[in-house]
């Protein structure tokens, strides 16, 4: 009788590049002209414990127009709805474990019926070895409701710097910084995706 033993696992993929990220997918600009807010970029890479980049991951976000609503059928509240602005995009990594997106500044969106939540923009994260994406969010450093956000008040002091998008400003245009961080000393809060969802 031969013996049954299990094979080593491996990990299927990831299959981002010939499938969500053909040139006719990406999503990397999420405001095209005309969209009402204010204009910014977000750039940043993934880097992995040992501050390696991630060159095969995939970035996606989803966030509340400049008016802070989201373009979503759940979103019903009274509050002007852009057209052209969906709120979703996706960006791949590069060699070097970068992404981008060019979108506007959200709004901020309620927390419970006396407190909103700061602005920010909800992230999903895939990767070689991720079966669960990871989920997170950027906030602004330079924007004062950060500071009072309550859900980022939910995350020990210490680490809630790595939830924060640091400005700069290149060619007369505003970019924000952040780079998401897998594992180690360093790495980037994430958050249950079902916690996220009661309180997005």
């Not at 923009?121 to 997170?136: D, K, P, Q, W």
């Not at 809630?160 to 290149?170: D, G, I, K, M």
């Not at 780079?179 to 809060?189: K, M, N, R, Y």
């Amino acid at each position: 009788m031969t013996s049954r033993l299990p094979t080593g696992s491996q990990t299927v993929g990831p299959f981002f590049h010939d499938c969500l990220l053909r040139e006719d997918a990406r999503r990397n600009i999420l405001a095209p002209p005309g969209v009402a807010g204010q204009r910014i970029r977000i750039e940043g890479c993934i880097l992995d414990g040992d501050g390696a980049p991630v060159p095969d991951a995939m970035v996606e976000i989803w966030q509340a127009n400049s008016y802070g609503r989201y373009n979503h059928p759940v979103d019903s509240r009274d509050l002007p709805l852009d057209p052209q602005f969906s709120g979703f995009g996706r960006s791949a990594t590069d060699e070097e474990g970068a992404f981008w997106f060019e979108t506007i500044k959200p709004g901020p969106v309620p927390f419970d019926k006396q407190r909103n939540q700061a602005p920010h923009i909800c992230v999903a994260v895939f990767g070689r070895g991720l079966l669960n994406h990871l989920y997170t969010r950027i906030y602004f450093a330079d924007d004062p409701a950060t500071a009072d956000d309550p859900v980022l008040a939910l995350v020990p002091a210490e680490r809630r710097a790595t939830l924060l998008a640091r400005p700069t400003e290149v060619d007369g245009s505003l970019v924000y910084r952040f780079d998401i961080i897998l594992q180690g000393s360093a790495e980037t809060v994430f958050f249950d995706y079902q916690e996220l969802e009661q309180l997005r």
